[in-house]
């Protein structure tokens, strides 16, 4: 039966880190996947976690199943963190929140669930995006197209580009937009073209999905917020968020993310809801209990969510570091041309090296970079420093 089943290339990040893990060299470094390592090379675990985790071991409660869209004090306190306690839209009872299998399974849940109400829309992503929004859009069924967003010779935002793509898509079409952190070019809108962006989608329909998967990386949590709580206060009356605490709360293998879906009134909300349930039931069921239990123990207790915000502003602080030292060691070796790596945001830079380059830092110096040029700054460390500016300086320059 599978004789004649094709093999595809691996995944364009994921495969990275399989080819990484192959790898024997022992100056190897991996800036392929969105990971954040701390200053010893590990994923850390937050201390606000590890409280919640020991209380947990030491309840050992029994593991029913969760609602089929997940944990109730999880998605509440998801929402919040997104919109803000005092959001309107909240207390209207047009927001419900669903917990998703990560990121990835609220884009996945979001997109069937627009394939159902917007069955004949396009969508529309920025170019470049994270390769997997094409993937995940396409699988559902999606005519999936780009938008004007990232001007390489300059190495920022294209916005008169971007606003006159957006000008020219059919009504209805749904335009998914990275709410902060742009994986994978790290050029994120300021709150001013935000409001211009959003004015668009309002004036031409458009459906705005926005995926928010490193809430804190870039300014805090509030600031990283601010697409959402400006898409909240417009009037535009339906959108979707899909959101992560994959870095956030440096729980990548838990899976924890969710989908948010902001309904015209509060019965619109309970239907959408009732379809984003049935769509689950017949996919994986219901999500699973262990980091959704850590996530809301932080968010439920007002000193772990203290810590925990503090946590994630040393890593932000770590990461805006990690540029600056990139820069300079990059300049010390003859290569100035990358200063603007450090007005960058997040975990990313779209470094601009060629895929030809990318594959000689592999093959002579075992770093690893996605084939577009992106690396992850936030994979840097005292350690590597020198080493990975030494390498990108010397593949920059042959
Ligand atoms: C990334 O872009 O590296 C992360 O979002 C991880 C992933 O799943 O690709």
Known sequence: FFANVELVPGDPILGLTEAYNADPRATKVNLGVGIYYDEAGRIPVLDAVREVEQRLAAEAKPRGYLPIDGMPDYTKATRELLFGVDSPLLAAGRVATTQTVGGSGALRTGADLLKKVLPHATIAISNPSWENHRAVFGAVGFEVVDYTYFDAARHGIDFAGMLADLRKLDAGTVVLLHAC????????????????????????????????????????????????????????????????????FSLYGERVGALTVVSGTAEESRAVQSQIKRIIRANYSSP?????ALVAGVLGSPELRARWEAELGQMRTRIHALRAGLVEKLAANGAPEFAFIQDQAGMFSYSGLSRAQVDRLRDEFGIYAVGTGRICVAALSLKNLDYVAEAVAAVSRG
């Open 181 to 248: 952190c742009h994986n994978p070019t790290g050029a994120d809108l300021t709150v001013d073209q935000w409001r211009e962006v959003i004015e668009v989608l309002r004036e031409r329909d458009l459906f705005p999905f926005i995926d928010i998967a490193y809430q804190g990386f870039d300014q805090g949590i509030e600031q990283d917020a601010a697409a959402i709580r400006l898409l909240a206060e417009s009037g535009i009356a339906t959108f979707v968020v899909a959101s992560s605490y994959s870095k956030s």
């Open 288 to 292: 699973s209990t262990h980091g959704a």
